[in-house]
């Protein structure tokens, strides 16, 4: 079967600044029937496996390094013989997390990953997170934003290490310029296209959002 974007949602729990909220994450698994990479590790190993299959990973991609979104990542990585891939500005966050575990190598801005025929794009999308990553993929007109941008909005700014400016800046300036026929396909909630989210950047600077 030809490469394609597959999905599970996990729940659990979401923790930072002395707070602590229960999430749905979407999971992202991006392949052939013969090789993919899974796009953040969020609550669930055997949830996860069952939408990888038998196939090999090539990676785990971590869009940011909030809790929700890395904590079973060390233990999938483990399970399918692969690395975690993580953007080096966001180790402050994952240390919160995994104290005795590194991330196995680097996420950087203009990285191509090549697999499954296709290549992935790193685009390096602060202000969630200093380290938030999306992945565009033109072969497939999509784009893996985690908690960047969501069919509504920007992702939240009003916690440690978060910048509204500057996630309002990494929509206009690196999203936007993709094509408006982009699928869209968040860490939380519903898929949206760049076409239906750009028309709302003004209401979202008036609002603060």
């Known amino acids: 079967m030809a490469a394609r974007v597959d999905h599970t949602i996990t729940s659990g729990t979401f923790s ?16 052939d029937d013969e090789e993919c990479v899974v796009v953040d590790a969020p609550h669930d190993v055997a949830a996860i496996r069952e939408v990888i299959g038998d196939r090999r990973v090539l990676a785990v991609l971590a869009t940011h390094a909030h809790d929700d979104h890395v904590r079973v990542a060390p233990q999938l990585t483990e399970a399918t013989d692969s690395p975690l891939l993580l953007n080096p500005d966001d180790l402050v966050l994952w240390r919160q997390i995994h104290r005795s575990r590194e991330p196995d190598g680097p996420l950087a801005d203009g990285q191509e990953i090549h697999f499954a025929g296709l290549a992935l794009h790193v685009l390096h999308t602060p202000g969630h ?25 920007p992702g939240a700014t009003g916690r440690s290490y978060s910048d509204f400016g500057v996630i309002v800046e990494s929509i206009r300036d690196r999203l936007f310029a993709l094509p408006d026929s982009r699928v869209v396909y968040p860490g939380h909630g519903d898929t949206t296209t760049i076409g239906a989210e750009r028309p709302h950047l003004d209401e979202w600077i008036s609002r603060g959002y």
């Open 16 to 31: 930072l600044d002395g707070q602590t909220f229960e999430v749905d994450n979407n999971v992202w698994v991006i392949g």
């Open 129 to 153: 997170a200093p380290g938030a990553v999306c992945f565009d993929i033109p072969q497939l007109d999509a784009v893996l934003t985690g908690d960047t941008l969501f069919a509504g909005g």
